[in-house]
């Protein structure tokens, strides 16, 4: 169980296109999904909460007219990256929880791996 | 906000013997810990992890201690395989509504055959 599925794995795609990437929960309901950025040999630094229904909440220094995030359905997480440069490049994983509570383990996506060329 | 610091960076031992990852935190409010290990191009999957109300949690090879006044756990790992070699990341919870975690820097780990 607890299965999230992300998708695609790989993208690459021109610089100053858009590109969208899921996350859906596949067996349980996220009201919350988390979206993380790594670089390489790089921990996972936290870029967004999608909250379902409400507006995504975005940590300090992550543009939120530059990674658009829809959470419309309780399974179903975007992250959308506009106008995509260069410095984009990277590997975006989302995560989701099983249940509400503070103790309640995140369960990660497979990744996408982004190249902007 | 939450800041949560790692070491070592990376860590080689041999085949057998144990492997140890320290983290320190600096919420007081945090109270869940897990540990992650990432293999290479795959998600990071949870091992174990800790609530504040326990001091140490034992899984077969793994096992984790908290110590909530020093704000630090650690990850052992005993007997290590080459199958251990991985990248570990512990986390803390930090307050707040959506319990966001909060990763450390992650340790690249070695086991030597």
């Known amino acids: 169980g607890a299965v999230v599925s992300q998708h695609p794995s790989r993208v690459i795609c021109k610089s100053g296109t858009s590109v969208k990437i899921e996350c859906r929960s596949l067996?349980?309901?996220?009201?919350?999904m988390f979206w993380y950025r790594q670089f390489p040999k790089k921990s996972l630094m936290l870029m967004a909460t999608s909250n379902e229904g409400s507006k995504a909440t975005y940590e300090q220094g992550v543009e939120k007219d530059k990674f658009l995030i829809n959470h419309a359905s309780l399974t179903l997480s975007t992250l959308t990256v506009t106008s995509a440069h260069p410095e984009d490049s990277s590997f975006y994983i989302c995560s989701a929880r099983v249940g509400q509570g503070v103790n309640s383990p995140l369960h990660f996506g497979n990744g996408t791996r982004l190249t902007v060329t | 906000g939450e800041n949560v610091e790692q070491h070592p960076s990376t860590l080689s031992v041999q085949e057998g013997d144990s492997a140890v990852i320290k983290c320190t935190y600096s919420d007081s409010a945090s109270n869940y810990f897990p540990w992650y290990k990432q293999e290479l191009g795959k998600r990071p999957q949870l091992i174990i992890d800790?609530?504040?109300?326990?001091g140490e949690k034992k899984d077969q090879r793994i096992a984790v201690t908290l110590n909530k006044t020093a704000k630090h756990f650690s990850l052992h790992i005993t007997e290590t395989q080459p199958e251990d070699s991985a990248v570990y990341f512990c986390?803390?919870?930090?307050?707040?509504?959506?319990?966001?975690?909060?990763f450390g820097t992650g340790t690249r780990l070695k086991v030597l055959a």
């Open positions: 800790i609530r504040s109300n326990v």
């Open positions: 986390a803390a919870s930090s307050s707040g509504g959506t319990y966001k975690y909060i």
């Open positions: 067996d349980f309901q996220a009201t919350t």
